[in-house]
C-alpha cells in the first residue's frame, strides 16, 4: 500500500508541476469561432434518463453537427465539411509490446473522411505502444516525461483516476455519444451500469462492441443467423484462432489425404461446406501425436531438400517470434494440450479450488521442456530465440519457417507474389478442449479494450468533438463508412438497389474472403477484424464489431448466387462441429493476472517487470542446451518472479481480494460450464 501512495504522490506531482508549466497543445489550443455545436440534450437523451448525470452541454459557438444529423444521413458523404479548428491526435496503445508490424493504407479512403467532417486526425507516426514495459512503468514514464498523449487505448488504471489524468466520461456519453449509449443500454445494460471495477464511473468508451453472431442477433433479432453465420461462426474448439498455418506442400508429403489450399477452396466451391473429417484431414489427436508432428516435418523437409522463397533452409517452426513468449505458451502450448483460455499466469485451479500460478506448476515445468527440446532438435533455430518480430515476419512469409500460429498469419499476398507453387493453409488438430482450464464468459454483448481521453491534452470544448466522432460509427452511415468507404471514394456503385464494389480487388477481399490485403490498402473494415477506426499504428477497431449489418459480405450475401473460393476460409472451422466450451455465467472480472495489478502490491511490482526481466528470463529456459542448464534456467525465473513480488502470500492475498469484490466470478470458475 505504500508504494501504490508513493506512486500516486509521484504521479500528482509530476502532472501538477506540468499543468503548471504548461499550457495545453498547442493543435488544440488555437480555437477560433467556428466550433462544432454539441447536441442539445432534450433531443437526444429520452426524459427519463436525463437525470442520470450532471454534465452541462457546452454552448455552442460556431458549426453546427450534432448527433440528430449525423444519426439521420444514409451516407457520410451527406455530411458538411467542417469548418473549425483541426486536432491532431497521438494514441498511446497501453497493452501493446513493441510489435514491429505497422501497416499503412496507400489509398486509405476512412480517415480523410473523418477529417473532412469532424476535424480530426490520428498521428500514427507518433503515436506508440508500451515498447515492451508494463502499462505501470509505461505510465511512469509519461509521467515524468510530461508527455501524455491525447488518446489512450486500453490504458485505464487506479492509478490514472486518482491523479486525475483523464476524463470522466460518464455523464457525457448520453449528450455527445448517444448511439453508443443507446447501444450500451440495449445490448449491455449490466456492462454500462458496473462502470469502471464497479463503480459506474466511465473513464473510456468500449471499442470493437459485440459478440459475433450473437451481436447480430441482438441487433436484429429477425436476421437469418444460419444462413449468414459467416458474420461470426461459432467459436473454434480451443477458443480463437485455434489453428496452425501449414506449408501445404510439406504437409502433404507428411500426409498424402491432407488436401492443398487450392484443394480446398475446390472443395468449398463444389459443395459450400466442410465436413468434420474434411476439417480435422490432418490425424493428430494426442499431445504425443502434436509432438510428433514437428519431428516428422523435420525429417520430410530434410528428406526432400525443401528450401524457403529465398533459399534458405526451412525449419518446423520458431518457438520465438520476438517480443515475448505469449504466442508460444498463450496459444501453441494451449493447441499441444487443449487448455482453452490458459496464458500461464494466474489462473483458477478447479481441482484445488484456488487461485494459481501457472508457470510454477510441474506440468507446465513439462510442458515448457517440450518446446526447449524443440530448440535442442532442430525443429526450430536457436537463432529464432534472439529474432524482432520483424525479422520473424520475414523469415515466415519467405516460408524459412512451415508453421505459425496465434495471430501471426501469414502474408498470403508476399507468398504468391514470390511465385513459389505453395500456400500456407489452416490445420485444425483433433485434440479435445479440457473443461478444467474454461473461462468465465459473459453473456452480454462486450468490447474489447476502450479509448480514453487526457486531460492535460485535450480541451473540454474538443472532448465532445471526439465523443461524437466516435459515437458516429455506431450509426448506420458510420458502420458504412469504415466498411464501404464514402460515395465519393467511388469505390462502389448501386446495382438493382444494392451496393456493389467497383474495385474486384475490394469485392474480393471483403466479400469473398481472398487474402489480398485490399482492406488494408483502403482502410477498410472486415468482418474478420472488425471495424477500424483510421489509424496505422497501433490500430483500434470501434463500433459494431465487423461493420455489423452493414458489412459487404452480409448485403453480397443477399444477392449471392455462386460460391467464392475465398469463402472456404470462413467455412474451414471446427466450432461449427465441436464448440468451445465456456461457463453460462456473466461475471465482472476473472482471474487474468491483470485483474489484480490495481489491488495487490505483489502482482503489480512482478507485473511491472514482467515485460524486461521475467519474459528474457523465460526466453532463457527455451535456450538452454541440456537439462541442467535447463533446470538452472527454470529456477533462475521462478526465483525471479518471487523476488519481484509474485510470492505464495501474494496469490493468497490477491485471491482473498477476488473472492470478496466479485463472488459470482468465482462462483462461475468454480462450476466451470
Same mark, same amino acid.
Given at each position: 500500500m505504500k508504494k501504490r501512495l508513493f506512486f500516486l504522490a509521484v504521479i500528482a506531482i509530476v502532472l501538477a508541476l506540468f499543468l503548471a508549466a504548461c499550457g495545453r497543445n498547442n493543435d488544440n489550443?488555437?480555437?477560433?469561432?467556428?466550433?462544432?455545436?454539441?447536441?442539445?440534450?432534450?433531443?437526444?437523451?429520452?426524459?427519463?434518463? &436525463?437525470?442520470?448525470?450532471?454534465?452541462?452541454?457546452?454552448?455552442?459557438?460556431?458549426?453546427?453537427?450534432?448527433?440528430?444529423?449525423?444519426? $439521420?444521413?444514409?451516407?457520410?458523404?451527406?455530411?458538411?465539411?467542417w469548418t473549425g479548428t483541426q486536432i491532431n491526435l497521438r494514441v498511446w496503445n497501453g497493452h501493446g509490446t513493441g510489435d514491429a508490424v505497422r501497416h499503412r493504407s496507400a489509398r486509405d479512403v476512412v480517415s480523410p473522411e473523418i477529417q473532412r467532417i469532424f476535424g480530426i486526425t490520428l498521428d500514427a507516426e507518433n503515436s506508440f505502444d508500451n515498447a515492451g514495459q508494463d502499462l505501470h512503468a509505461r505510465l511512469a514514464i509519461l509521467a515524468a516525461t510530461r508527455d501524455f498523449p491525447e488518446l489512450g487505448f486500453?490504458?485505464?488504471?487506479?492509478?490514472?483516476?486518482?491523479?486525475?489524468?483523464?476524463?470522466?466520461?460518464?455523464?457525457?456519453?448520453?449528450? %455527445?455519444?448517444?448511439?453508443?449509449?443507446?447501444?450500451?443500454? @440495449?445490448?449491455?445494460?449490466?456492462?454500462?451500469?458496473?462502470?469502471?471495477?464497479?463503480?459506474?464511473? #466511465?473513464?473510456?468508451?468500449? !471499442?470493437?462492441?459485440?459478440?459475433?453472431?450473437?451481436?447480430? =442477433?441482438?441487433?436484429?433479432?429477425? !436476421?437469418?443467423?444460419?444462413?449468414? $453465420? #459467416?458474420?461470426?461462426?461459432?467459436?473454434?474448439?480451443?477458443?480463437?484462432?485455434?489453428?496452425?498455418?501449414?506449408?501445404?506442400?510439406?504437409?502433404?508429403?507428411m /500426409?498424402?489425404?491432407?488436401?492443398?489450399?487450392?484443394?480446398?477452396?475446390?472443395? %468449398?466451391? &463444389?459443395?459450400?461446406?466442410?465436413?468434420?473429417?474434411?476439417? +480435422?484431414?490432418?490425424p493428430v489427436r494426442t499431445q504425443e501425436e502434436f509432438i510428433q508432428f514437428f519431428y516428422?516435418?523435420?525429417?520430410?523437409?530434410?528428406?526432400?531438400?525443401?528450401?524457403?522463397?529465398?533459399?534458405?533452409?526451412?525449419?518446423p517452426?520458431?518457438? +520465438?517470434?520476438?517480443?515475448?513468449?505469449?504466442?508460444?505458451?498463450?496459444?501453441l502450448n494451449n493447441l499441444m494440450s487443449g487448455k482453452a483460455s490458459f496464458n500461464y499466469f494466474t489462473f483458477f485451479n478447479r481441482q484445488t479450488q484456488s487461485l494459481e500460478v501457472g508457470f510454477m506448476q510441474d506440468w507446465f515445468k513439462e510442458e515448457m521442456r517440450v518446446f526447449n527440446n524443440f530448440v535442442r532438435d532442430g525443429i526450430s533455430p536457436a537463432s529464432s530465440l534472439i529474432e524482432n518480430n520483424?525479422? +520473424?515476419?520475414?523469415?515466415?512469409?519467405?516460408?524459412e519457417y512451415a508453421v505459425s500460429f496465434a495471430w501471426m498469419e501469414p502474408n498470403h499476398a508476399i507468398i504468391e507474389a514470390s511465385g513459389v507453387d505453395w500456400r500456407f493453409r489452416p490445420v485444425f488438430f483433433d485434440i479435445p478442449q479440457r473443461t478444467d482450464f474454461i473461462l468465465p464468459y459473459g453473456n452480454e454483448i462486450?468490447?474489447?479494450?476502450?479509448?480514453?481521453? +487526457?486531460?492535460?491534452?485535450?480541451?473540454?470544448?474538443?472532448? =465532445?468533438?471526439?465523443?461524437?466522432?466516435?459515437?458516429?460509427?455506431?450509426?448506420?452511415?458510420?458502420?458504412?463508412? !469504415?466498411?464501404?468507404?464514402p460515395a465519393t471514394a467511388g469505390i462502389w456503385e448501386y446495382v438493382d438497389g444494392q451496393r456493389r464494389f467497383t474495385v474486384p480487388e475490394l469485392e474480393q477481399n471483403l466479400v469473398f474472403n481472398v487474402e489480398n490485403n485490399a482492406h488494408i490498402e483502403f482502410n477498410l473494415a472486415t468482418t474478420r477484424y472488425g471495424a477500424h477506426i483510421p489509424l496505422n499504428f497501433p490500430t483500434m477497431p470501434v463500433g459494431i464489431q465487423?461493420?455489423?449489418? &452493414?458489412?459487404?459480405? /452480409?448485403?453480397?450475401?443477399?444477392?449471392?448466387?455462386?460460391? $467464392?473460393?475465398?469463402?472456404?476460409? $470462413?467455412?474451414?472451422? @471446427?466450432?461449427? /462441429?465441436?464448440?468451445?466450451?465456456?461457463? =453460462?455465467?456473466?461475471?465482472?472480472?476473472?482471474?487474468?493476472?491483470?485483474? /489484480?495489478?490495481? #489491488?495487490?502490491?505483489?502482482?503489480?511490482?512482478?507485473?511491472?517487470?514482467?515485460?524486461?526481466g521475467f519474459e528474457p528470463l523465460m526466453t532463457r529456459v527455451l535456450a538452454a542446451q541440456s537439462d541442467a542448464e535447463f533446470e538452472t534456467a527454470y529456477y533462475a525465473m521462478i526465483e525471479f518472479a518471487e523476488m519481484h513480488g509474485l510470492t505464495e502470500e501474494t496469490i493468497k492475498e490477491a485471491e482473498a481480494w477476488w473472492r470478496e469484490n466479485f463472488p459470482n466470478c468465482v462462483r462461475a470458475y468454480e462450476i466451470g460450464y
Open positions: 489550443d488555437e480555437q477560433d469561432d467556428q466550433q462544432d455545436t454539441p447536441p442539445q440534450q432534450e433531443t437526444i437523451v429520452d426524459e427519463d434518463e &436525463q437525470d442520470e448525470g450532471d454534465a452541462t452541454a457546452i454552448e455552442p459557438t460556431g458549426q453546427v453537427l450534432t448527433a440528430e444529423l449525423y444519426g $439521420s444521413v444514409s451516407d457520410s458523404s451527406e455530411l458538411p465539411d486500453n490504458v485505464v488504471t487506479d492509478d490514472l483516476i486518482a491523479g486525475n489524468v483523464i476524463y470522466d466520461l460518464t455523464d457525457l456519453i448520453p449528450i %455527445y455519444a448517444p448511439n453508443y449509449y443507446a447501444f450500451m443500454r @440495449t445490448h449491455a445494460p449490466r456492462n454500462w451500469e458496473s462502470g469502471f471495477g464497479g463503480t459506474g464511473r #466511465h473513464y473510456d468508451i468500449l !471499442v470493437n462492441v459485440g459478440n459475433n453472431a450473437d451481436a447480430i =442477433r441482438q441487433i436484429h433479432p429477425y !436476421v437469418d443467423i444460419e444462413r449468414y $453465420s #459467416h458474420i461470426g461462426r461459432p467459436t473454434d474448439t480451443l477458443g480463437n484462432l485455434s489453428n496452425l498455418y501449414v506449408r501445404d506442400d510439406i504437409l502433404t508429403l /500426409f498424402p489425404e491432407a488436401r492443398t489450399m487450392a484443394q480446398l477452396e475446390e472443395l %468449398y466451391v &463444389q459443395q459450400g461446406y466442410f465436413t468434420r473429417e474434411q476439417v +480435422f484431414d490432418v516428422t516435418m523435420h525429417d520430410v523437409i530434410d528428406e526432400h531438400g525443401i528450401v524457403a522463397a529465398n533459399g534458405m533452409p526451412v525449419y517452426l520458431a518457438v +520465438f517470434q520476438g517480443g515475448d513468449n505469449w504466442a508460444t505458451f498463450a496459444w520483424e525479422m +520473424f515476419n520475414n523469415r515466415l512469409n519467405a516460408g462486450h468490447g474489447w479494450d476502450g479509448i480514453s481521453i +487526457f486531460k492535460d491534452q485535450v480541451s473540454e470544448e474538443d472532448v =465532445r468533438r471526439i465523443l461524437m466522432w466516435i459515437d458516429f460509427l455506431y450509426t448506420d452511415a458510420g458502420q458504412r463508412l !469504415v466498411s464501404w468507404g465487423g461493420g455489423g449489418l &452493414q458489412a459487404p459480405r /452480409f448485403i453480397y450475401d443477399l444477392l449471392e448466387t455462386e460460391r $467464392s473460393p475465398g469463402g472456404a476460409r $470462413s467455412a474451414f472451422r @471446427t466450432g461449427i /462441429f465441436d464448440p468451445h466450451v465456456t461457463t =453460462r455465467e456473466t461475471v465482472v472480472t476473472s482471474a487474468n493476472i491483470w485483474a /489484480f495489478t490495481d #489491488h495487490i502490491d505483489g502482482v503489480q511490482s512482478f507485473w511491472t517487470v514482467r515485460g524486461t
